[in-house]
């Protein structure tokens, strides 16, 4: 996944176009390597699933 697919993904969750992306292992580092870089980073919550693929979510308040 490149930098403007991930971005595209994040924005669409945070409008809540998306209820949730599931995202594969694969894919994992470039998508959090912009992740962690959004100014609402803590509002994100990933939930590990088996084989690695995890499913992003987009929360109201900020975690801790």
């Known amino acids: 996944m ?3 697919d991930a971005k595209e993904v994040l924005n669409k969750l945070a409008n809540r ?3 949730e992306y599931r995202i594969s292992k694969e894919d994992f580092l470039g998508f959090r390597k912009v992740l962690v870089n959004r100014e609402d980073f803590r509002h994100f919550r990933g939930n ?3 084989n690695g693929v995890i499913i992003y979510t987009y929360l ?3 975690r801790s």
């Open 17 to 19: 176009e998306m209820d």
């Open 2 to 4: 490149n930098a403007e």
């Open 48 to 50: 590990a699933q088996h």
């Open 60 to 62: 109201d308040e900020a």
